[in-house]
């Protein structure tokens, strides 16, 4: 679940001041809705633009990098 991931990342992190998504059902409702609580400025990207999910993949791509490394060193 997108929401429950992200309120462990807030928690283990820090709150971003800007989040932005590829527009997928998983980051509507209640995810939207804690990013509203939180004053959290939300951009989905464009549908059919490669281009821009192009640097939401990479990051997220990047975010499971060090997740697996994490869990690798534990």
Do not use: W
């Amino acid at each position: 679940d997108a929401t429950q991931a992200f309120r462990e990342y807030i928690v283990k992190f820090f709150p971003p001041d800007f989040v932005q998504t590829d527009g997928g059902g998983e980051y509507e409702g209640p995810f939207d809705e804690l990013l509203t609580q939180l004053c959290i400025k939300h951009s989905c990207s464009a549908p059919e633009t490669q281009g821009q999910n192009f640097i939401v993949e990479n990051a997220m791509r990047a975010v499971f990098i060090v997740a697996r490394a994490d869990l690798i060193r534990s």
